[in-house]
């Protein structure tokens, strides 16, 4: 059973596919890392903020910290932390 397994993934992984998974993976990174370098500030090329999902954990374990649990969904005291 695990000879047939394996053998299967070696067919289905072979070198030329993974060499193209590995150019793909590059160009997608750094298409991401040039739209850093590009943007302004803290935004990325499309407006976006670099590190959003950062700021929002950040602001609910303030929120937590505060002891202002009921608040983690008030939308106005969230953006005013962030």
Request: charged share 20%; hydrophobic share 50%.
């Amino acid at each position: 059973m695990a000879e047939a397994l394996e053998s299967r993934l070696r067919t289905i992984l072979s070198g030329r596919r993974l060499r193209y998974a590995w150019i793909v993976g590059a160009v997608l990174w750094l298409a991401w890392l040039g739209s850093i370098a590009l943007g302004r500030g803290d935004l990325d090329l499309t407006g976006t903020v670099v590190g959003a999902d950062y700021l929002q954990s950040y602001a609910a374990g303030y929120t937590r910290r505060l002891g202002q649990s009921a608040r983690l969904y008030d939308m106005a005291f969230q953006s005013a932390l962030q």
